[in-house]
């Protein structure tokens, strides 16, 4: 248990991680003095570049990811083929989604961080297959509504609601548990719901008519959704 304890508070602490004003530093700028305001990849791509963007968000996947692979490598979860259980499968979930809390409430930044998007998706790919699978379902709803709409936000949102029906589908059709694919589908809804909530701005600024596009998918300017 104690273990347990020690890699979730790990993972808040790593989540806490801002690299979007690390990095933002590194060129000599305050990220939540630009854009959006918001400190997170898209808003630090928009603001330095394309490169930049990305570069944050493969360490703020790195966030969700390393503590997902850690602590399923320390209680023996990755290398095994038998069904783990619910109650154990909920502890290992539990580990991701707390650094995707990390993400959206960071102490070191007073509970002000950004949207969770990438953080997410970074421990969902850490749960191979009942998980990642899914997640890189989802991913293709996100590129496709963004190419199509040009709206990153509308993207995440769609992204995240479809996620659990993804997960609930797959679990199921892959023999997972009935216990597991409850666990899954509830984790993976509260992960969707809290990127939800984190988007209502850009939810608002879309029934506005307010909200700007990505540059990259239709040649316009940009927002962020992180």
């Not at 790195?62 to 979860?77: E, I, R, T």
């Not at 960071?106 to 969770?116: A, M």
Request: a positive charge.
């Amino acid at each position: 248990m104690w273990t347990w304890v020690i890699w979730l508070l790990a993972a808040y602490l790593l989540g806490s991680v801002s690299f979007a004003l690390i990095l933002g530093r590194l060129k000599g700028i305050d990220i939540r003095q630009h854009g959006s305001s918001n400190v997170g990849a898209t808003n630090l791509g928009r603001t330095l570049g394309k490169k930049w963007g990305i570069a944050c968000t493969l360490l703020d996947m790195g966030k969700g990811l390393g503590p997902v692979l850690g602590y399923g490598f320390s209680a023996g979860l990755i290398a095994t083929n038998e069904p783990i259980g619910a109650i154990a499968m909920l502890q290992w979930l539990a580990v991701g989604v707390t650094a995707v809390v990390g993400h959206v409430f960071p102490v070191f930044l007073k509970f002000k961080g950004g949207k969770g998007v990438a953080t997410s998706a970074g421990a969902l790919f850490g749960f191979w297959p009942v998980l990642a699978v899914p997640a890189l379902a989802a991913f293709v709803v996100w590129f496709v509504v963004t190419k199509t709409t040009a709206y990153v936000g509308l993207a995440s949102v769609a992204a995240a609601a479809v996620l659990p029906v993804f997960v609930v589908g797959f679990a199921w059709v892959t023999g997972y548990e009935a216990g597991e694919i409850a666990v899954c589908g509830g984790v993976s809804a509260l992960l969707a719901l809290l990127v939800i909530i984190r988007h209502r701005g850009n939810i608002r600024r879309l029934l506005e008519g307010t909200e700007e596009q990505v540059e990259w998918a239709k040649g316009k300017g940009s927002t962020g959704s992180e």
